[in-house]
């Protein structure tokens, strides 16, 4: 299928590996131009580097972290007008919420709730102007089922949830969609965190826990990225535009609910 954004210009955050990497490396296999951001210089130019030479995109690395003013400023430097955003930010560590302080709450909120607000205040109204945008935020699946260990990620996540299902319903007239990607349990450097935040709870090693969440997903393996990206850019399609302020789960099953 041709999702019909060739041409478009994405901004996608923390991109030079996991769930980020993927969804810039699925839009850019349909002819998406690419500013990328995250901390790492080496690691991300090398992304850059990989996605030019799979699909002859134009890729624009900006090393600067995106939770700052500063390397929003960057970001929005390098790209000014993006017809499509992927909110992605690195979670914050797990542990037990009788050890987080006040200012580990802040640095969460800052993260994973008060960032990616910041981005779409700045560029929704573009959106809106050029008649089209797609904002896809990275968020979890412990949004929809907590996880106790991920306390600091299940609040600031599901601030964010929250914002984005009012001023969803006030874009998508324009042609301008906000959606929620929900990973379950993917092969990235943040499935080892949280894992190793379970072992050291727990009392176990790293394979008992590891098989022990493998137990709980119904697919019985855990998630690839490039699924997640796929799914991502079918999210910015121009044949998603009757799809916004939802939460999408990509974990196998895991989750039992109905609703």
Not at 180 to 194: I, K, Y
Not at 235 to 256: E, K, V
Request: with cysteine; aromatic share 6%; hydrophobic share 45%.
């Amino acid at each position: 299928m041709d999702l019909g954004i060739r041409g478009r210009r994405a901004l996608v955050c923390a991109s030079s590996r996991g769930l980020g990497r993927a969804c810039a490396f699925a839009l850019a296999r349909e002819g998406v131009a690419l500013t990328l951001v995250a901390r790492g210089r080496e690691a991300l130019e090398a992304t850059a580097r990989e996605i030019r030479d799979a699909t002859g995109v134009a890729v624009t690395p900006v090393a600067a972290d995106i939770v700052t003013p500063e390397g929003r400023e960057a970001a929005l430097a390098a790209c000014p007008e993006p017809d499509i955003l992927v909110n992605n930010a690195g979670g914050p560590p797990p542990g037990d919420f009788r050890h987080w302080t006040r200012d580990d709450w802040l640095a969460a909120l800052d993260a994973n709730m008060l960032t990616p607000i910041e981005l779409i205040r700045a560029t929704v109204d573009g959106m809106i102007a050029r008649r089209f945008g797609r904002i896809v935020n990275i968020t979890s699946g412990a949004v929809k089922a907590p996880l106790d260990v991920l306390g600091l990620s299940n609040g600031a996540r599901s601030g964010l949830t929250g914002f984005v299902a009012g001023i969803a319903r006030k874009t998508v007239r324009h042609n301008v969609t906000i959606n929620n990607l929900l990973p379950g349990f993917f092969a990235t450097d943040r499935m080892q965190s949280v894992i190793g935040g379970t072992a050291r709870t727990r009392g176990l090693s790293f394979a008992e826990a590891m098989a022990e969440r493998v137990a709980t997903i119904p697919a019985g393996r855990v998630g690839d990225p490039e699924e997640f990206g796929a799914a991502c850019a079918w999210l910015c399609s121009a044949q998603a535009a009757f799809i916004t302020g939802q939460n999408w789960l990509i974990d196998g099953g895991a989750y039992p609910g109905t609703f």
